[in-house]
């Protein structure tokens, strides 16, 4: 048995290959640029530039017409894929997995393959419709193909005209032209269908004014006719060996890879990874503004979003942010809610989200360079500049934490009990000396260069590290810990907090130095505490800065308005952040008056910071 289960694809996406499983870019002919890591349904004998109306039909004729020797033929889709070993069992006939690795899949297939060498035909499980097939084909597309066909039909195979009006007028059908079928049962349907499609190409029928979706006839009446088909042989064969199986819809499903190849290592490629909730998806368009105001029309940019579950008309409106700007391009990934019963120190916030960054390692393990960045961030400068800094051997570059560094100058305690001393932690759990504490770094702003790592090794280590540990800043300290001795401090202004400056109190002087300087000119400007999101409190330092991204964003309205909610007196009053910043703000205005008190009003606030306020 030689089976060859065509794959057709049309635009990158997750590249599934194995001996039997060979990925076609379907429609080549005429795309701007071939598909990396496969073959072309354009090359021999082929009707590749018919792909707007046949669709994945152009992969079966090439197969048809150029493989010869395979002794079964298939076809399915880069995201439908025929469930051979039955993994997902169900009466409809698409089911939706939450996750698919392809390599298990391929492997998966490739067993069922080689325990069913005598198979004769592997076909989808039937699917319901609460009509008739002629009622629904009628209302959706143009009833006339229908007539068009069955007169033909009568004309030129007068043996299908019985199982041709038994499927109109039945419920079933046989979705999405795919199938595995030995050679010589198949090759006599793909020669009657094509002739049959071929006419109705032909016919007289006007479709100058079809949308999009109807200009895919062929392929929609290719479905109807392989039902057909199907009836008539398993009717006329009640002994062969059929395989019914469900197919595997992976367009709300994590797939991983979810790409594959080197399409995204040109020179002038920049590859971009943010992720959020429903949330936090406004911030994340007020960011991704700032990133396309400031791009080099000349690069690439390619945005990987990693979402959880976010509905399509919110990522349309994500999207329209692009508007104008072809040269970068987003890709919507949803990865669900893959860490939600993970550990969550108490100060976070109710979402581990944060952790959605180490699946890049499986997501994208072919890309050679990848920056991460946190939503709630927005840029000064051209993402560009950083996706090129030299980072010779190091595997990660980021900009330290600079409020973390003062736990080498002060005792700072934590609201976990099991935490007292912050810098003791850092010492004993990640095993950082001071050294490197001074330059733990801040995980919003990453570049990660994966040509220097082993990309699945470091993914599952990570994964590893989440499952059997606890870590009191997640997904932060355990990049710290893994990456302590492999690391690229970058430039302050690369990744800058909008912290007061009273935070900084007690930061080494250097370190003190460094980032108060780097205020002064932000490349990416962080507002990363809770207590200065401007989107809660509007009176933060460089507010104007996400303001002015988000008004030019379709969020913004909706923003405002929670923004509004939360600063209401009674909200506020039910805050006891609001009186931590009476007594600072009433403190400062006593020193202004009373300048002798100002010396003892510092000590206080600084005792304050090591020894009563919790870390935030």
Not at 85 to 109: F, N
Not at 368 to 391: C, P, S, T, W
Not at 449 to 467: H, I, Q, S, T, W
Request: proline share 5%; aromatic share 12%; hydrophobic share 40%.
């Amino acid at each position: 048995m030689k089976a060859s289960l065509y794959t057709a694809y049309h635009k990158p996406s997750s590249m599934i290959e194995s001996p039997s499983i060979v990925p076609i870019h379907v429609g080549r002919a005429k795309a701007s640029a071939p598909l990396a890591g496969m073959i072309g349904d354009d090359t021999g004998e082929n009707i590749s530039a018919l792909n707007g109306s046949y669709c994945e039909l152009t992969a079966l004729y090439w197969a048809w017409k150029n493989d010869t020797e395979s002794t079964h033929l298939g076809v399915m889709h880069y995201r439908r894929l025929l469930d051979f070993d039955r993994t997902l069992p169900s009466a409809a006939t698409e089911v939706h997995p939450g996750e698919l690795r392809m390599s298990d899949y391929a492997e998966k297939t490739e067993a069922w393959l080689a325990a069913n060498p005598d198979i004769d035909l592997v076909i989808p499980v039937a699917h319901k419709m609460p009509m008739t097939v002629r009622v629904n084909y009628s209302e959706q597309h143009d009833a006339r193909d229908l007539d068009f066909i069955e007169t033909r039909i009568a004309e030129k195979s007068p043996e299908y005209l019985e199982d041709w009006r038994a499927v109109l007028d039945g419920r079933e059908l046989l979705l999405a032209n795919m199938f595995l079928a030995r050679r010589e049962i198949i090759e006599p349907y793909i020669a009657w269908m094509f002739d049959l499609l071929d006419a109705l190409a032909a016919s007289d029928i006007p479709r100058d004014f079809v949308s999009p979706y109807n200009s895919r006839y062929l392929g929609f009446m290719a479905e109807r006719l392989f039902t057909v088909w199907a009836r008539k042989y398993l009717r006329e064969n009640p002994k062969a060996k059929v395989h019914r199986v469900n197919i595997l819809n992976l367009s709300q499903s994590l797939a991983f890879p979810y790409l594959s190849g080197d399409v995204f290592n040109g020179a002038d490629e920049v590859n971009v990874a943010f992720s959020s909730d429903r949330n936090y998806l406004p911030h994340a368009g007020a960011m991704v503004r700032t990133l396309v105001d400031h791009a080099d029309p000349n690069r690439r940019y390619n945005l990987f979003y990693m979402h959880e579950s976010i509905a399509a008309r919110d990522l349309e409106l994500l999207q329209s942010i692009l508007y104008g700007a072809p040269h970068i391009s987003l890709h919507p990934i949803n990865v669900g809610n893959p860490f939600g019963a993970n550990y969550r120190a108490r100060h976070h916030a109710p979402t581990n989200a944060t952790f959605n960054r180490f699946l890049l390692f499986e997501l994208l393990p072919d890309v050679n360079r990848l920056i991460y960045i946190d939503v709630d961030m927005v840029l000064k400068g051209d993402i560009a500049e950083l996706f090129d800094v030299d980072m010779g051997e190091h595997q990660l570059a980021a900009v330290p934490d600079f409020i973390m560094t003062r736990v080498l100058a002060a005792k700072v305690v934590t609201k976990e009990a099991s935490i007292p001393d912050l810098g003791q932690y850092l010492r004993d759990k990640l095993g950082m000396s001071d050294a490197q504490i001074n330059s733990y770094f801040n995980a919003g702003l990453m570049v990660l260069n994966f040509a220097k790592m082993d990309v699945p090794k470091v993914g599952r280590d990570l994964l590893d590290m989440v499952e059997k540990t606890q870590y009191f800043f997640r997904d932060q300290d355990i990049l710290n810990e893994y990456f302590k001795d492999s690391y690229l401090r970058l430039p302050a202004r690369y990744n800058v907090f909008n912290s007061d400056v009273d935070e900084y109190l007690d930061v080494p002087v250097n370190n003190h130095r460094e980032a108060l300087a780097s205020k002064h000119d932000p490349f990416i400007i962080h507002f990363a505490a809770a207590h200065h999101k401007p989107w809660t409190y509007p009176d933060v330092h460089f507010a104007h800065e996400y303001w002015t991204a988000l008004e030019r964003t379709p969020f913004w309205l909706e923003v405002l308005e929670g923004t509004i909610a939360h600063r209401t007196l009674g909200a506020r009053l039910g805050r006891s952040e609001t009186y931590k910043r009476a007594a600072l703000r009433g403190g400062r205005a006593v020193g202004a008056k009373v300048p002798w008190l100002r010396p003892y009003l510092a000590r206080s606030y600084r005792w304050a910071l090591r020894r009563i306020k919790s870390l935030n």
